[in-house]
Every structure is written in C-alpha cells, then in structure tokens.
C-alpha cells in the first residue's frame, strides 16, 4: 500500500507541466429596452483584438433621449485635426466675406453643423430679436484687456465688410460675441468666416495667468 502511494507521487512530480491557453469569454449583451441588438461576437472581438469602431445610434436609442443625460457628446464622428498652418491656404480662415456677397444663405441643418464644427468654442444660440446666431465668450484678466478684445473683435469684422453682423458685449472682464446675418435671416458662411478669424487672433497676454495647482 505504502509502494503504491509512493509510485502514484513520483509520477505526479515526473508528468512535465503544460501551461493552458486562456479561455475566451462569451459574452451575450441584448438590449432590448434602447432597441439595440449587440451579439456576442461583436462584443468579443472589441474586448479580444477586433475593433470594429464606432457606430451610428439605433433608433431606440435615439428615442430614449439617452444624449440629453450623458456626460459628453453622443456625435459618433471622428475629425482629423490637421496642422495649423494650413489654414492660411485651406479653411475658413483663407476666405474673405466679401466674395460670398452675392450667394449667401442662411445655414441649416447638417450644413449648419459642418461649418460649427470648423470654429472650435463658438456655439448655437438665439439673438435677443431671437433669430438663430453662433456665440463665443471671453473671460479676460481685467478690463482694460476686455476693452482691448471688443476692439479688436469691431475692427476684424469692419475689415470683414460684417460688422453689421457682429454684436459684442462687455461684463466686467469678460466679452460675449454674437455673429449673425439679419438680412439673411440666420447664420450664414460669411458669420463662420468671421468667427474662425476671431479663433485666430492672439489672446493670449489679454488673458489671466493661471495660479500654479500643488498637490500632496
């Protein structure tokens, strides 16, 4: 008996040891309540080493209002960010409102968007006649340096043959812009030429010095 349980051990410690391949998970994810539908082999290759990107929202999806309640943007769309020289060439920036004189239009829709989307900081709102605009603002170090800014924002859209479009407001240290075309009725390219030319000019030493942070 006690032969045999040495012999039953030595084998044990001779049997040379294979290491075993992990197993892969399955995993099953329905989501019935958004209207979704998101199989179990989609959802292995995203977490196991086949990325299949980004998606546009279901239907369900989008009639749960689930965009309204996240942190962050639902828009799936990816942009390239290209350099920023070559905006003297390409863009917004290399254009003059002058040659749009004659075939404006008031943007909407996806044309709107795709035109938001070239002046980073500046968003959609309303004028106090409640025509559609775009809108940015300035938080400055103090105001003689926003004083400076609404000087710089009149001259930039005088030069612009705009200035009609352009209404600049000073609170305290900071300057709110509007850009909209009245005789349009709306935002138009010439509103999105001006605002990407504001994008441009150099604020920098109109704008408070950050506080260094510490941490422990």
Same mark, same amino acid.
């Given at each position: 008996?006690? +032969?045999?349980?040495?012999?039953?051990? +030595?084998?044990?410690? $001779?049997?040379?040891?294979?290491?075993?391949?992990?197993?892969?998970?399955?995993?099953?994810?329905?989501? %019935?309540? +958004?209207?979704?539908?998101?199989?179990?082999?989609?959802? /292995?290759?995203?977490?196991?080493?086949?990325?299949? =990107?980004?998606?546009?929202?279901?239907?369900? /999806?989008? /009639?749960? =209002?689930?965009?309204?309640?996240?942190?962050?943007?639902?828009?799936?769309?990816?942009?390239?960010?290209?350099?920023?020289?070559?905006?003297?060439?390409?863009?917004?920036?290399?254009?003059?409102?002058?040659?749009?004189? =004659?075939?404006?239009?008031?943007?909407?829709?996806?044309?709107?968007?795709?035109?938001?989307?070239?002046?980073?900081?500046?968003?959609?709102?309303?004028?106090?006649?409640?025509?559609?605009?775009?809108?940015?603002?300035?938080?400055?170090?103090?105001?003689?340096? $926003?004083?400076?800014?609404?000087?710089?924002?009149?001259?930039?859209?005088?030069? /612009?043959?705009?200035?009609?479009?352009?209404?600049?407001?000073?609170?305290?240290?900071?300057?709110?812009?509007?850009?909209?075309?009245?005789?349009? %009725?709306?935002?138009?390219?010439?509103?999105?030429?001006?605002?990407?030319?504001?994008?441009?000019?150099?604020?920098?030493?109109?704008?408070?010095?950050?506080?260094?942070?510490?941490? +422990?």
């Amino acid at each position: 008996m006690k +032969a045999s349980c040495l012999q039953r051990q +030595a084998t044990r410690q $001779a049997r040379p040891f294979a290491a075993q391949p992990p197993r892969r998970c399955r995993l099953t994810v329905l989501n %019935g309540q +958004a209207g979704g539908d998101i199989r179990g082999s989609k959802m /292995e290759k995203g977490l196991f080493g086949d990325n299949f =990107g980004a998606r546009d929202p279901f239907a369900g /999806e989008l /009639e749960t =209002g689930f965009g309204e309640k996240v942190l962050g943007n639902y828009n799936t769309e990816h942009i390239i960010k290209p350099p920023d020289g070559i905006r003297k060439v390409l863009g917004l920036s290399s254009r003059c409102c002058q040659d749009n004189a =004659g075939n404006l239009k008031a943007l909407v829709g996806e044309e709107l968007e795709l035109m938001r989307n070239q002046v980073p900081g500046w968003r959609l709102g309303t004028t106090k006649d409640g025509k559609p605009c775009i809108a940015q603002s300035w938080k400055l170090k103090d105001e003689a340096a $926003a004083e400076t800014m609404l000087g710089w924002l009149r001259s930039l859209a005088t030069q /612009e043959d705009h200035a009609d479009a352009l209404s600049a407001d000073r609170v305290g240290t900071e300057v709110v812009a509007q850009l909209s075309s009245p005789a349009h %009725g709306g935002v138009t390219e010439n509103d999105f030429i001006c605002a990407s030319k504001m994008n441009d000019l150099d604020v920098a030493p109109l704008l408070a010095k950050r506080k260094p942070r510490y941490w +422990a």
